[in-house]
């Protein structure tokens, strides 16, 4: 069975960081790439950032380069995508998601993955 569980949210201020972790099991990690995606209230849910080592790509989105960091530890089976300055913009539910599509494809590829976490929720105070 394919378990992607998320940790690490929390309420931060404006300019603080937070580390979000997925731990994956069930498959075979090398195989998949692992996504993280967030959705705000009322918003889509949309691509944050994404890591694949068959491709040995990364991805983030715009709105996040240069303040978050992915990175995966394949002994742990876990991605984990490192926040800093984080802005009230950035208040969302953050999923991880495993998936065999290039990280840019997964971006518009959201509602054909089938692998997803529970969620963990990160709120910015301003």
């Known amino acids: 069975e394919v378990q992607l569980v998320e940790s690490g949210g929390g309420l931060v201020q404006a300019g603080g960081s937070l580390r979000l972790s997925c731990a994956a099991s069930g498959f075979t990690f090398d195989d998949y790439a692992i996504g993280w995606f967030r959705q705000a209230p009322g918003k889509e849910r949309e691509g944050v950032s994404c890591?694949?080592?068959?491709?040995?790509?990364?991805y983030y989105a715009d709105s996040v380069m240069g303040r978050f960091t992915i990175s995966s530890d394949n002994a742990k089976n876990t991605v984990y995508l490192q926040m800093n300055s984080l802005e009230p913009e950035d208040t969302a539910v953050y999923y991880c998601a495993a998936h065999t599509y290039s990280c840019i494809a997964s971006v518009s590829l959201i509602t054909d993955i089938g692998y997803w976490g529970q969620g963990t929720q990160v709120t910015v105070s301003s």
């Open positions: 890591i694949s080592s068959s491709e040995g790509v990364t």
